[in-house]
Structures are given as structure tokens and as C-alpha cells.
């Protein structure tokens, strides 16, 4: 069996968290939020859960469902070398996985082995970067590249698209699939003010082939001329694009709703139409 492109570097991805600036992380902070409200609308006892994300300390230990508190286990993403973390033995009645999924190479496979961790009826939640973000800066980067040297670089990662979060989750064998998307605009004083909060945030660049060099003077200086052109505000703040794409599946039981027979409907649209 061949194995999947290699996008992105686990040892790079350790090494920018560990150079993080601080303990504060508004991307975090933003998820935990929405996660509460996800969460907290379900009517279920979640008696073993895990919890999976980088900088797995900072995370809470305990969250909530609308039956009451769930007590998780928290597991450190970025861990090792492979992109699967290292789980516990036993089935699970939740597994949530927060700002990982977006820097894992074999993505289909690793959600065939969250899947195969659940227990039945089981839920899997995941919140990752992805869509349309930081698409300004990945735009700004390419016509700098293209102007300073006459090509690209691999600079800003590829990001899943939400239209194809319900196909991921179908494909590892998951019922009821829901993707959507958060999204958000930040705004910045000037591009570098950008590009410093992502190295604050240890989310510098993780790419396998990026560049080995520094970007140069003269090329952020392209870079950071391009964005204020694109996306500055009448006030000079730039615009960044966040994107929080939320997968939630179930792993399949036999008291889930199911789809009915195709011909099997007892109401014929036609009528319907004819009466309105």
C-alpha cells in the first residue's frame, strides 16, 4: 500500500510549540467557546471521553453535556513523530479532537482509527483550522515570491475545505456526518504583526518542503507591500481570514435515525407542488 504525500513536518510542528510565546491563545479560546455550546446540546452520558489537541495541559479537564459533566482525558497531538497520538486501550463513548486535524498527513486514515476507537453510538467532534484562512497571507506571499524571485514557495499549508468534511467523515465509516464553519476576521495593525502572532501562537510554518532559509528583507517587505494593497481597511489595519471547520460524526448503532428506501415514499412531491 503506498503511503500519503508527506505535507507536513511533526519534528518542525514540536519545535514551533515549544517556542511559543506565552500561555495565551485566542484560536484555543475561540474553540473551547463553541465547543461548549456543541457539546452542551446533546442529551448523553459520556462516560469515557478523550480529548486531543496540542499543548494538551491547557485544555480543561473537565467539559459538559446537557446531562452533566464529562471528565476527559487529555492527550498531547503533536507527541511524537507519527501524526496518531498515542491513545489509551478500550472503546470510547467521545472523542473530541481540537486544532489538530489541519496539520495531520493521511487524514482519511486517521480518522479511520478515531472511528475504530469508538465505542457504538459513539461521538467524535473535531475542530480544525481550515477553509479560507489565512488566505490573504498566502496571496501576499505568492506575488512576493513571484515578484523577488520568480516562483512559489510552500509558505502558508494547504487547508482542508468544509464541503469536503461530511465525505472525510462518511469515508471513515461514520454516521450521521455534520461539517460547518466558524468563520472569523481578525484584524492587525500591519502584516508583521500577522506573521508575529502566528510564530507566538507556534504556528509558524509546518510544511515539509518550505523553504530552509529565512525569508529575506526584501521579500517581507514585498510581502507585507502586497497585503496592505489587498486587504487593508480604510483605517490601514489588515484583514486575516479564520477559519474553524466543525466534523462531528457517530460511530454507527442501530437505534440511529436511518435514511428511508429510495421509492419508498408514501407523498408525491408532485401533489405537494400542486397544492401550494
Do not use: C
Not at 465509516?173 to 484584524?187: C, F, I, Q
Not at 530552509?212 to 490601514?236: E, K, N, V
Request: charge should be neutral; glycine fraction near 8%.
Amino acid at each position: 500500500m503506498s503511503q500519503p504525500p508527506r505535507l507536513f513536518d511533526n519534528a518542525q510542528i514540536a519545535r514551533n510549540l515549544a517556542r511559543r510565546a506565552g500561555p495565551g491563545n485566542f484560536v484555543r479560546d475561540l474553540v473551547l467557546d463553541d465547543l461548549a455550546d456543541r457539546l452542551g446540546a446533546h442529551i448523553r452520558d459520556f462516560s469515557r471521553a478523550l480529548l486531543i489537541g496540542p499543548d494538551a495541559a491547557s485544555l480543561p479537564e473537565v467539559l459538559a453535556s446537557a446531562s452533566g459533566p464529562v471528565r476527559v482525558e487529555r492527550i498531547e497531538a503533536f507527541a511524537g513523530d507519527d501524526d496518531f497520538p498515542h491513545l489509551p486501550q478500550g472503546r470510547q463513548d467521545l472523542i473530541v479532537s481540537l486544532l489538530h486535524l489541519q496539520a495531520v498527513n493521511d487524514v482519511p486514515g486517521h480518522l479511520a482509527r478515531l472511528r475504530a476507537l469508538l465505542a457504538p453510538d459513539g461521538l467524535l467532534m473535531i475542530a480544525l483550522v481550515g477553509g479560507d484562512s489565512l488566505s490573504e497571507l498566502r496571496e501576499a506571499f505568492l506575488s512576493a515570491d513571484l515578484e523577488v524571485s520568480g516562483g512559489a514557495s510552500a509558505r502558508i499549508a494547504p487547508m482542508i475545505q468544509v464541503r469536503d468534511g461530511g465525505a472525510l467523515l462518511q469515508r471513515a465509516g461514520l454516521a450521521l456526518p455534520v461539517a460547518d464553519v466558524e468563520s472569523h476576521v481578525v484584524r492587525y495593525a500591519t502584516p508583521f504583526a500577522l506573521m508575529a502572532e502566528l510564530k507566538a501562537l507556534g504556528a509558524a510554518n509546518p510544511l515539509a518542503d518550505r523553504p530552509r532559509r529565512f525569508a529575506t528583507r526584501t521579500l517581507l517587505a514585498h510581502a507585507a507591500q502586497a497585503y496592505a494593497a489587498r486587504d487593508a481597511d480604510p483605517d490601514g489595519r489588515v484583514r486575516a481570514t479564520l477559519d474553524i471547520i466543525w466534523l462531528a460524526g457517530w460511530a454507527p448503532h442501530e437505534s440511529q435515525q436511518k435514511p428511508l428506501r429510495p421509492g419508498s415514499a408514501t407523498i408525491s412531491m408532485k401533489d405537494v407542488l400542486a397544492k401550494s
